[in-house]
């Protein structure tokens, strides 16, 4: 039997299979980084008995894998996860599987996290009465400057709004898309 032509697969399962790819990138970026880290005084040891020319040369390549390995591994895993969920909501020619529930988990708790984590600094600032932004007069405690205190919890609460929103609205259109007929 031959495999389905790719433009008569449904998007669902195009979007599946991008997926899969970019998780397989993903996976690959980790295998590669984990060990340069986690081997770093071995390799360190073995990497200064070379030759100029090659010290120069497997260095470069190990401080590249070191420092754009866990950058791919999260672009790359954050496409896959982003793709699974676009799939999830997406006509498929299969039934959808627990996966992709997981997959929409995983997405709405990684898109909400931003706004989640602005709520951090006022809270803890009510509950401390003090709140401070890096460099010199930028600290205001509730007691002596109870105006500037409010002022910057308020500027953390609306960035944190902001961000909820515009997950929110990123959200809501694939719940509504949800209940829109579906093309085949």
Not at 45 to 58: D, E, N, P, R, Y
Not at 157 to 181: D, E, H, N
Request: proline share 8%.
């Amino acid at each position: 039997m031959n495999a389905p032509n790719a433009l008569q697969l449904p998007r669902g399962d195009l979007l599946l299979r991008k997926s899969r790819r970019w998780a397989l990138i993903a996976l690959a970026a980790l295998l590669l980084t984990v060990p340069c880290v986690v081997f770093i005084q071995p390799l360190w040891a073995w990497l200064v008995t070379l030759g100029t020319g090659s010290f120069m040369i497997i260095a470069a390549l190990w401080g590249l894998v070191m420092a754009a390995g866990p950058i791919l591994f999260l672009v790359a895993g954050l496409c896959a996860l982003f793709l699974r969920v676009e799939a999830g909501f997406a006509p498929r020619s299969q039934p959808r599987p627990a996966a992709d529930r997981a997959a929409i988990a995983a997405g709405l708790f990684i898109s909400f996290l931003p706004a989640l984590v602005a709520l951090y600094p006022p809270i803890r600032a009510m509950l401390t009465g003090f709140i401070g932004f890096r460099g010199l007069g930028q600290q205001y405690p509730l007691a002596s400057d109870p105006y500037g205190f409010w002022q910057a919890v308020a500027f953390w609460f609306m960035g944190a709004a902001t961000l909820a929103i515009l997950a929110g609205v990123y959200w809501r259109a694939k719940w509504l898309s949800r209940k829109a007929p579906q093309p085949a």
